[in-house]
């Protein structure tokens, strides 16, 4: 089985080791940087950026913990991004790697697609090559969305991807946007030291996670000083005297050195030929796939940002699997009622399952459990009691249905949840279930507690 | 003690009459409730507020609490030397410890509260 993948991120690379492993030969087709928008310029970079600021952070912090400070602590966004830099190309030359290992032809350049066997590659010097394939997987992801009416600069005016070209630390940063992205780089600036205020069109920040989470995100971004404005929709972005002028409907100013929109994602699914095979597109540009990643042309598949689904590297990572698990002979579906999400605020926010809220539109009856971290003793050691986890679970079956964290390490925690809701676990497991103490993992048997109002480490309600 | 001037809300906050003008804040027992305070999310003035509603919110290392207002009216003033030292709270909460002002329409919402006795034996209710 020959298999051609167009595109080498978190979808891409993982369907190719996947492929190889399963006895395929694989070429996979990059046109840009191994590792894609996940490692260059999303998941990984940002995540630098905030451990850097998280220890600074810290910093501010160390006479609480009994440590003298004889000098100044001052960021250095240079040295910070080389640091970035360093952790990406480690990671960049770990997947080359394993395409080796695995006898994996990475073909450096641009793929289009010609027919549904054949892949046109123009190479970084020009030359053109086919690559042909029994089964072709597109998988070429996504970039920063450029609002029309207020397009990219690069300069004062910029995406995502621009934040990781900045030469320093911008005294003063707006952000359109204060989804996943912009409360993302909202804690990271703010932490560095810029004066941040985010602007959002919808009614509160991070809105596709439970109501509660982002009420307690926003009165954490509120301490930090963090000017965050909802339901506010921007009228004019001008760049006047070396600044951004920003007017909202209000006539109301904000002046910024740099405004950074971060208002969704846009499908790469143009100029890569499938107009010209014939495959099926949605209104916003995904390319359409059934459950087993098929689109409607045969033999082709595509997965990750490019389907338009849940914008998540281990979403199309997933994909890649089940397309390919299905051109090797297997016949899966994919399932996306599990997906545990992370975004790496400060504090951070993690979620998995239902939300209070969809599961109450379901119509299932259920049950809730809240604990807050400030009232577990590690919270306290490590100096970090803020936030908060609430579970979610069905009265009648004592199910596990949802959990939604905010709070330290909350990226970590969640998985005990998903694989509880996955396998169909009861609040009851969960309670029996002896947790280490002191560790912040103790939050989720004391919510599970909480859902009969018998949490040992909360008052009598 | 509770102080006899002051008219006390089952949710632990007080209220001082002053002409058209109330102050609020929370009451020692609350505050003794809480534990150290760290972070008060003060209201915001000009925003209009119902009774037996929530104003603000205090986070104390051992907990978070919403605000209760004991009447309705208009925000006027948030003291604001809160936000940098909340621990205020702990020290004074019926002096400088106020939490905010507000401009009342109707007084006698004021008679719904309870007197310092009656909120003293409230209290000692509700810890038993």
């Known amino acids: ?461 | 003690m509770n102080p006899d001037n002051l008219q006390y809300h089952k949710e632990h906050t007080w209220v001082k009459l002053s002409g058209k003008k109330v102050t609020i804040g929370i009451t020692d027992y609350a505050q003794d409730a809480l534990g150290d305070i760290l972070y008060i999310d003060l209201p915001e003035v000009d925003t209009d507020v119902e009774a037996n509603s929530e104003i603000g919110e205090i986070e104390s290392t051992k907990a978070t609490s919403s605000i209760i207002s004991p009447v309705s009216g208009r925000v006027i003033e948030a003291n604001e030397n809160l936000s940098e030292s909340p621990e205020i709270i702990n020290e004074d909460p019926y002096g400088k410890g106020w939490i905010a002002i507000l401009e009342i329409d109707d007084a006698s919402e004021l008679d719904d509260l309870m007197d310092a006795s009656e909120y003293t034996k409230y209290v000692e209710e509700e810890v038993k």
């Open chain 1, 1 to 461: 089985m020959k298999i051609a993948i167009i595109g080498s991120g978190p979808g891409g690379y993982v369907a190719a080791i996947k492929a190889a492993q399963l006895g395929a030969q694989v070429t996979i087709i990059e046109d840009s940087e191994v590792g894609g928008t996940c490692l260059n310029w999303g998941c990984i970079p940002t995540k630098a950026l905030v451990a850097s600021s998280e220890l600074l952070a810290k910093t501010k912090e160390l006479e609480v913990f009994g440590i003298e400070l004889k000098g100044k602590i001052v960021p250095n966004f240079s040295k910070i991004i080389e640091r970035k830099n360093k952790i990406v190309n480690t990671q960049v030359k770990g997947i080359r790697s394993l395409f080796k290992s695995w006898g994996i032809t990475l073909k450096e350049g641009r793929g289009i697609l010609i027919s549904p066997e054949d892949v046109e590659v123009t190479l970084k010097d020009g030359s053109k090559e086919i690559v042909t394939a029994d089964k072709i997987i597109i998988a070429t992801g996504s970039r920063p969305f450029q609002i029309p009416a207020f397009p990219f600069d690069g300069k004062r005016i910029i995406s995502s991807d621009d934040v990781f070209k900045l030469k320093e630390i911008p005294k003063s940063l707006l952000i359109i946007g204060a989804g996943v992205i912009g409360c993302e780089f909202a804690c990271i600036f703010r932490e560095l030291g810029s004066d941040v205020t985010i602007i959002e069109m919808l009614s509160r920040a991070v809105a596709t996670e439970d109501i509660e989470i982002s009420e307690l995100l926003e009165r954490e971004l509120k301490k930090k000083k963090i000017k965050l404005y909802t339901n506010v929709k921007l009228e004019t972005l001008v760049v006047r005297d070396d600044v951004v002028h920003a007017f909202l409907p209000n006539e109301k100013e904000i002046v910024a050195g740099k405004a950074l929109i971060s208002a969704g994602r846009a499908f790469n699914s143009n100029g890569i030929g499938v107009e010209k095979i014939g495959i099926q597109k949605g209104s916003r540009g995904e390319i359409i796939v059934n459950e087993k990643m098929e689109t409607n042309v045969p033999g082709v598949y595509a997965i990750g940002d490019v389907i338009g689904g849940l914008l998540l590297a281990h979403v199309a990572s997933k994909e890649g699997i089940t397309a390919v698990k299905n051109i090797m002979g297997g016949d899966e579906k994919i399932d996306y009622s599990v997906v545990p999400a992370a975004i790496f605020t400060s504090p951070e926010i993690a979620s998995v399952g239902l939300k209070e809220q969809q599961a109450t539109e379901k119509g299932i009856k259920v049950r809730t459990g809240h604990f807050q971290f400030r009232a577990l003793a590690k919270a306290h050691v490590i100096g970090e009691i803020e936030g908060m986890i609430k579970i979610v679970s069905d009265e009648t079956s004592d199910r596990i249905l949802g959990a939604h964290i905010i709070g330290p390490h909350a990226s970590d925690l969640i998985h005990e949840a998903a694989l509880a809701i996955r396998t169909g676990l009861t609040i009851k497991d969960i309670t029996e279930t002896m947790h280490t103490h002191p560790t912040l993992s103790e939050v989720l048997k004391e919510a599970a507690e909480d859902v009969y109002g018998e949490a040992i480490h909360a008052p009598k309600k």
